[in-house]
């Protein structure tokens, strides 16, 4: 914690290089990517086992609060893939070191050039949406919501502590023993993994971020007889779950070629958003059953999550579950009218 504190002082304090900001940013980028990449892939999973639920989630998803982190959550990806790909072309050349401070604000430089046009789309699927009359998801909705959430990050992380404090007392580990770092054969892999998929990330999430945030956008999941994109099905029931569906039902040469898409942007980017997170709290967490509760926390976590996922893309979306949400939507619209809700 302490590590922590001062790198966070350290930090603020700081008159030199750039090197050092571009660091920053590239971990906290990270870090709210991986936080987004939580809820996003638990919340499109209930487009196959809870159909209702999903649309509630993209119902709160078109509020104005989560379209400020929409725009956050693209200009995040953009930095820390364009500095992502700086720090691995150094690393593989690092004779060129001396070059890196040019480099890191060439990338500080192109992310702004490609966020202008892209922030210029985006804002125009916001316009249009606020533009008509809608029922938008209050405060109350999100806090409530995301309070779920929250609670059961807490829930993980206390029930890895609770794990990690009866380990220490079997195996009459001290409470102040510290963790000792050595390198492995695992952490050169990981080291390897991270460059790697980085580079096979990049135009998979760039894909994904024009086709669901700039091409069609969260707000036209819900427009009714809108194609879906990179389909040539149309959106009859405009409901969000029809939207999934007919997107994972696709076939092109008899493959459904966006469960493929999606099912290897899952792993590739859950694996190296948890092992990123690894880093960290490997950096800060130097108490030896802490560091190895979060480690715990990570590992499972990360690993639930591609399960999970992956038990959805598997699953599908049922041609009905569109139907019976849709007649869900018909009847409380109904009785809105007649009662005045």
Known sequence: MASLVT??????????????????????????????????????SWA?????????AIREYQ?????????????????????????????????????????ATIVFVLT????????????GHVADFYGEDREIAGLDELVRTQSQFLLGFIVIVVAALILSFLYALITGEKPDDEVIKRPSAIDSWFWSYMRISGI?????????LAMMHIIQGV?????????????EFVNQT?????????????????????RVYDGLLLALVVLHGFNGLRYIVNDYANNRMVNRALNWAIL?????????????????????????????????????????G
């Open 7 to 44: 790198t966070i002082t350290e930090t603020l304090r700081y008159r030199g290089k750039i090197g050092q900001w571009s660091w920053v940013f590239h971990r906290l980028s990270g870090v709210g990517i991986v936080l987004f990449l939580v809820l996003h892939v638990i919340d499109t």
């Open 48 to 56: 196959a086992f809870y159909p209702d639920q999903y649309v509630q």
């Open 63 to 103: 509020s104005p609060l989560f379209t400020i982190g929409e725009f956050a959550l693209v200009a995040a990806v953009v930095y820390h893939a364009f500095n992502g790909l700086r720090i691995v072309y150094f690393d593989y050349n690092p004779q060129l070191w001396h070059l890196q401070q040019r480099a």
């Open 112 to 123: 702004g050039i490609v966020l202008l046009p892209v922030f210029v789309l985006m804002f």
């Open 200 to 208: 096979l990330i990049v135009p998979l999430v760039f894909g994904h």
């Open 219 to 231: 707000f036209d999941i819900t427009a009714a007889d809108h194609t879906v994109v990179g389909t």
């Open 238 to 258: 405009g409901t969000a779950v029809e939207f999934v569906g007919d997107r994972w039902n696709y076939l092109l040469a008899g493959v459904a070629i966006w």
């Open 300 to 340: 499972y976590g990360g690993a639930a999550l591609i399960i999970l996922g992956m038990a959805a893309l598997l699953a599908g979306v049922e041609e009905t579950a569109a139907g019976i949400v849709e007649e869900s939507i018909t009847v409380v619209e109904s009785s809105t009218f007649w009662f005045g």
